[in-house]
C-alpha cells in the first residue's frame, strides 16, 4: 500500500468541525506532524480538494487526545489550527468549539468510560495550560448526541454539552493585560488587549470604519479594513510579547458596536484574516471580560452590564448570539475570571481511516 492509514473521528464540535485522532496514532515529532497534517486537510487549496478540509477556517481543524498524566486532568487535548490556503501549521491557539467535541471523542476512543446518564470529563487544554470540565449526556453506555439544544451558527438541534473553563488568563501571555494597560493607541485606533482563554486585540467598530453589524461575507470583502486591522494586530500583538505574529492567528482580532437585539453588545470576530462566521468559544469569553470590565474599550458600548458575580454575557454575533457565565472578582479595578460557562452541542459524522502518502510518513 502506498499510503500510510491513520484511525480518526470525523466531528463537529459546536460551529467547528474536523478530524480528532488519538495523539498516539500520530508522528511524534512536530514537523512531520505538521507535515502529515498538511497532507490530511488537504491545506494548500482554497477548497481543500486534496483533503477532507472544508476550505473554511473552522473546517481545518484538528483536535489530537490523549490520556493526560496530569493530576487534575482526565484527557489532554492537542489543538492544531490548519491554513486553508498556505501550507502551514499553527500550534500556539486553542479552539473552544472543537473542545465541545473532545468529551464524545474520549468516550467513541475508549480513552474515558461513560457511565449514568452523564459522564464528566475533565480536559487539559495543553496549547495554553486551560482546564475545561465537559459533561457529557450519555445514553445507553455511550454519547447521546440527539437532543433538544440549539446554537446559533448550526441547524437543527442536539444534546447540550456544559462546558466550564477554569485558569483562562494569561494562558499564552502570561498576564490578563499584557501590555499592562488597559487601553492602548496602536495606529490611531484605541484598543484593548487582553488574554483570557485567547489573546486578543479588542476595538470599537467605528474607530476601523465599520458598524460591527456586517455579515461575515460583508466584512470579509472589505479588504481595505483587514489591511488595517492587520497592521493594527501585528504591531498589539509585539506589545503583548508575542512574536511572528504576522505568520500566527494569533492574536485574534475582535471589534464591538451596541447591542441591536436584546444582547448585551454586538461583537465580530476574526479568525483573524477571515470573519468567524459565529463566534468561537474562547474569542466570547475574552470579549465578555472585556465587557466586565471597567475602564475597556467595551466600556459605554454595553447595555445592562451584570456588576456581580455570577454574570450573564450575551454577545450578538454574525449568526446569531452566544451567552457567557462568567464567575469572577474585582481587585484592585481589574476583573479576575475565575471560570466562564457555555453550552455548546457536537455530533461524530464519521469514523475510519483517513490517508496520507507514504512519502510524507511512514506510521509508526
Not at 468510560?113 to 455511550?142: C, F, M, Q, Y
Request: aromatic share 6%; glycine share 10%; with cysteine.
Amino acid at each position: 500500500m502506498t499510503q500510510t492509514a491513520i484511525p480518526f473521528l470525523f466531528m463537529r464540535g459546536g460551529t467547528s468541525r474536523g478530524p480528532y485522532f488519538n495523539r498516539a496514532n500520530l508522528p511524534k515529532d512536530r514537523e512531520t506532524l505538521e507535515s502529515v497534517l498538511i497532507a490530511i486537510v488537504g491545506s494548500g487549496h482554497p477548497l481543500n480538494i486534496d483533503g477532507i478540509g472544508g476550505g473554511c477556517a473552522v473546517t481545518t481543524k484538528v483536535a489530537m487526545l490523549s490520556k493526560s498524566d496530569d493530576d487534575w486532568a482526565d484527557i489532554d487535548y492537542f489543538f492544531a489550527q490548519v491554513a486553508v490556503e498556505d501550507k502551514r501549521v499553527d500550534f500556539r491557539p486553542t479552539c473552544g468549539n472543537i473542545l465541545a467535541g473532545v468529551g464524545p471523542a474520549a468516550i467513541e476512543m475508549g480513552l474515558v468510560e461513560a457511565t449514568g446518564r452523564e459522564t464528566s470529563v475533565k480536559i487539559r487544554a495543553v496549547n495554553t495550560d486551560a482546564k475545561v470540565k465537559a459533561v457529557i449526556p450519555v445514553l445507553d453506555g455511550g454519547v447521546e448526541y440527539e437532543g433538544t439544544t440549539s446554537i446559533d451558527g448550526v441547524p437543527g438541534t442536539a444534546a447540550p454539552i456544559s462546558m466550564q473553563f477554569l485558569d483562562t488568563i494569561g494562558g499564552v501571555t502570561g498576564a490578563f493585560l499584557p501590555t499592562g494597560s488597559i487601553r492602548d493607541v496602536i495606529e490611531q485606533i484605541e484598543v484593548t488587549c487582553m488574554d483570557v482563554a485567547m489573546p486578543m486585540v479588542i476595538a470599537r467598530a467605528e474607530s476601523l470604519g465599520i458598524t460591527g453589524y456586517e455579515s461575515a461575507a460583508e466584512l470579509d470583502k472589505n479588504l481595505e479594513f483587514f489591511r488595517k486591522m492587520e497592521s493594527v494586530r501585528i504591531k498589539a500583538g509585539e506589545a503583548m510579547g508575542i512574536h511572528s505574529v504576522a505568520e500566527s492567528v494569533t492574536p485574534k482580532f475582535g471589534v464591538l458596536a451596541r447591542a441591536r437585539k436584546g444582547g448585551t453588545i454586538s461583537a465580530r470576530y476574526f479568525m483573524p484574516w477571515s470573519t468567524h462566521p459565529t463566534m468561537a468559544v474562547t474569542g466570547a469569553q475574552c470579549l465578555s471580560a472585556c465587557v466586565l470590565t471597567p475602564g475597556s474599550v467595551a466600556e459605554g458600548l454595553a447595555d445592562g452590564v451584570p456588576r456581580s458575580s455570577p454574570a450573564k454575557v450575551t454577545l450578538e454575533h454574525a449568526s446569531g448570539s452566544i451567552e457567557v457565565t462568567v464567575v469572577y472578582e474585582t481587585e484592585n479595578g481589574a476583573t479576575i475570571v475565575n471560570s466562564a460557562g457555555l453550552v455548546r452541542t457536537a455530533r461524530l459524522i464519521a469514523r475510519g481511516e483517513v490517508l496520507v502518502p507514504k512519502s510524507i510518513w511512514k506510521g509508526d
